[in-house]
Structures are given as C-alpha cells and as structure tokens.
C-alpha cells in the first residue's frame, strides 16, 4: 500500500485534466500520485496500470480543487 496524502492527490488530478485533458476526481488523482511515487522504483520498460475510476465534475465546486 501507498500512502498519499490529500494535497497530491488534488495536484495530481488537476495535472491530469490539465495535462491529459482527463477529468478525474481525488481518487483518481490519488492514483496516480502513488504511480509517481512508484516509477523511480521501476526497472526500464516496466509498465503500470492504474484504474481511474471516478471524475472530477463533483469536485468542480469544492473548495481547494480548482486553483486558486
């Protein structure tokens, strides 16, 4: 298991719809800040899968989701 506290996980959505154009929620940003973590660790050639399983369309009026 792979802590990742709650501040990366929002950057890490916010890079994703910002950068890839996904919208995906906290969760989903988690995820992937517990990838970004993971990748040093990796031998070259590895491949990761990850499952984004939620949006971000309800966190667009959460305080602190958007940048300020």
């Given at each position: 298991?792979?802590?990742?506290?709650?501040?990366?996980?929002?950057?890490?959505?916010?890079?994703?719809?910002?950068?890839?154009?996904?919208?995906?929620?906290?969760?989903?940003?988690?995820?992937?800040?517990?990838?970004?973590?993971k990748?040093?660790?990796?031998?070259?050639?590895?491949?990761?899968?990850?499952?984004?399983?939620?949006?971000?369309?309800?966190?667009?009026?959460?305080?602190?989701?958007?940048?300020?």
């Open positions: 298991m792979i802590q990742v506290d709650a501040e990366p996980a929002r950057e890490y959505a916010r890079r994703s719809a910002t950068e890839e154009g996904m919208l995906v929620g906290i969760s989903s940003g988690a995820t992937l800040a517990a990838i970004a973590q990748l040093p660790e990796l031998p070259p050639g590895a491949r990761v899968l990850g499952f984004n399983y939620d949006t971000g369309e309800r966190y667009l009026s959460v305080d602190g989701f958007l940048p300020a």
